[in-house]
């Protein structure tokens, strides 16, 4: 069975927030997209609709500690906590390619199934007044009049350091298997036994060898012109050969 | 001594019985007020977000479905557990019952982004929803409550009257147990996921239940001038001590257990020592003036047979019932979530942070709006309908009482 998902890098993602804004730009305003509101967004206290969001945390006490954004979207579970929960299935998971959505016609906006997902991935949308979330681009991934190469989540191609990677994990030789099976790709708080279809890659430590040498090159052919004979104006120079 | 005849009688018609209906009929416009204002302009009115999904409309709801399983409770104990003592005031138990959970419906369905939708709720069930089940568990209790009321006031039917009460007296259960396990089901939040919390529903709405009715009792007979005797009203008190009881016992073994688990002790020692104002709800609202004060009002020797002291400790048991409910709904709501188990998190995005509520004027008209639909169903239901007894003084209640 297909499992659609992503997976993030996070060694390499740089929380420049392209994800987040590539996703709301297709999601408000693509065919059936149906919008996202915003309400109050240049406020103190701004609030909207996300499918994705990239969280910043910082790592450490200082003076060790260092920056990970984290960008978290709908993990699309295996065995979806939010699902169960819902009393009119408005809340689903595909049979076909795994991939959990919210039927906006059924939802009657209970919220009950932000009670159960224990990722906080689901909003409200204020404005509908239905339960939203991501859709991993749905309505784009198998869009025939697209390019097969733009065939994919909004985020994944706007992400400019390629920090998402999108594909079926359930295929050993999918790109995201081999990165997950080849980095260590790991799953977010496994112990609830959701099996979030989601993976990260952990961020790697990174020592650079700095060395004297590396930073003085000893054929730097600057330094060469500095070590060449003094000039003397009583000299010949080469001008005067050729003139 | 023999024993009078129980005479049930409609309320008068009287200048009162328009006053309150005017009064209440003031909170129900408001109600309605705030219903179209926040389903025109969208739920960014309330205070509520997407950290904290459910607010204070909840409180109302669910406050009001729990205390409408318990009012029936008064029945109950006279049908199921034939204390004859209980049974003249079933009629009104199974009134108040209805009303209470319509009025508490009315605030979590006005209250749903769809509301409009209900139709769908009712006809497309998930039945691995427990949330599915609750709305077969209240149309259930309706029905079964309006067949009870039924066999108490028709003689052709009176054969029936111990099976629907019986019944009746089930299906509460089952449906406080569906209630309590709205929350008990939540796995992802470490103030819920808990058995215990169908019991503690079952508990806490047998105390604000009977507290809700014995203030509805006191001031239907006191306002149409009818007697009521200290021998009903002192059951009543010191069974409403036994609920307050039994709530603050499975209080205690919940909060005792959280405190003993590793993964519950953060949010424990949130709710119970740093949670600012859900700290201050559970030790005065709830605990000190919703179950110590009530109690101390019961068992005083110098207030007993004061019936002040009575409609106070029913009044506080109400009260503190409503903050068991915030703390439970929005301060379990307010802890964040736990991402990274074990470490401390802070993000730009409230991830190890209170998540803020305030409840906005909208959300309390709203619920407040359904407290008054409740007590017009009631005050219109005594008027029309035989659902209360003439006289419930010491000689009819209880023969033997002298």
Redesign the interface.
Known sequence: MTQLALVIDLNVCVGCSACVTSCKEWNTSSEGGGGMVDKNPYGKDPTGTFFNRVQTFEVGEYPNVETVHFPKSCLHCEDPPCVPVCPTGASYKRKEDGIVLVDYDKCIGCKYCSWACPYGAREIDEKQKVMKKCTLCVDRIYDTTLPEARRKPACVLACPTSARLFGDVHDPMSEVSVAINERGGYQLMPEWGTRPSNHYLPRRKMKAQVTEESLNRIDNPLKKEEQRAPVSSDLPSLDDFLF | MASQAIIFRETKDSKGFYILLAVLGAFLALGALAFFHAEHH???VTGM???V??GLPHVFAIGLIVAASGALNVGSIGTVFGKKIYQPMGRLSALLAISLLVGGLIVLVLD????D??I??MT???F?????W??ILYNGFLALSAVYIWTMMDRKVKKFYKLAGVAAFTWRLILTTGTGS?FG?????DFYNSAVMAPLFIVMSFAMGLAVFILVLHFAYSWTGRTLGDVVMNRLRYLLAVFIGGVLLLEGARHFTGLYIAQKAGVENFILFEGGIYTQLFWIGQILLGSLLPLSLIFCRKLANNRVALLLAALFTIVGGFAQLYVILIGG?AYP?V?F?GAE???????GAINAYAPSIWELMLGLGGVALALVMVTIGVKVLRFLPDSLSDAVADPHSK
């Not at chain 2, 089901?185 to 939040?189: C, G, N, Q, S």
């Open positions: 969208g739920h960014h977000n997407n950290q999904v459910w749903l982004g769809h509301p939708r209900l769908i709720a497309t069930y998930n691995k929803s427990i949330f599915a609750n709305i709205i089901f939540l796995v992802a939040r709501q979530l991402l188990p998190v802070s993000s730009d995005y409230f991830d």
